[in-house]
């Protein structure tokens, strides 16, 4: 049995803060976040109105639904942690920087190094460069017969696009306003525009 995919607090923050955490679950299944996006996410909600229905949304989501994994260090972690950022997971888990990215990828790593096939929802682009590199990495292991799993990217593009069609997303008016409504909270994703989102196939 795979592992649940693991979120990054992007993601997370976003859906959640819109009230569509049903969309999210309808596409990728019950998820798990690091104990640290955990904290980043009631931290954003705390601070900024725009955010403050994802703590209210995140506090009556079942276990069943979100799992949190402890951050607790452990030999298999440090290791990940010490290869994608050089340092002591000790020292990196000093600067808050960035920890959410790093603990995601180290826990989707340790993960398929027991042979689980991993998910691995975020958009930050470095923590996505992040990933794909360890991705690789283990695409090596098992070219050289080693017995692990994979870690494979999706982001919330991806989400928008397996719900476009459905029950929360059903036609592409529906698409446009919730695409809209997203970008207002998050920068970082491109014009609208400038994905497929309005050429799918289910739109045909």
């Not at 690091?34 to 601070?47: F, T």
């Not at 990215?101 to 993960?111: F, S």
């Not at 990217?153 to 919730?178: C, F, N, Q, V």
């Amino acid at each position: 049995m795979n592992p649940r995919p693991i979120m990054d607090a992007g993601p997370g923050i976003n859906f959640l803060s819109l009230n569509k955490e049903r969309l999210l679950f309808s596409v990728v299944g019950a998820l798990s976040v690091p104990e640290v996006v955990e904290r980043e996410i009631l931290g954003k909600a705390r601070q900024e109105e725009r955010f403050a229905a994802a703590e209210r949304v995140w506090k009556k989501l079942p276990q069943r639904l979100m799992h949190v994994l402890r951050d607790d260090v452990t030999d298999e972690l440090a290791e990940v942690v010490h290869r994608v950022t050089g340092m002591a997971i000790s020292d990196r888990a000093r600067s808050r920087k960035d920890l959410g990215e790093i603990m995601v990828t180290a826990h989707a790593v340790v993960a398929a190094e027991k042979g689980g096939n991993v998910l691995v929802l975020i958009d930050d682009g470095g923590g996505r460069a992040m990933v794909a590199a360890e991705a690789h990495r283990l695409e090596r292991l098992r070219d050289a017969g080693r017995a692990v799993g994979s870690v494979k990217l999706i982001s919330t593009l991806t989400i928008l696009e397996k719900a476009a069609g459905g029950k929360y997303l059903p036609t592409k008016t529906d698409m446009r306003k919730l695409y809209a409504r997203l970008r207002e909270l998050d920068d970082g994703l491109v014009p609208l525009n400038a994905t497929e989102l309005m050429d799918l196939p289910c739109w045909k």
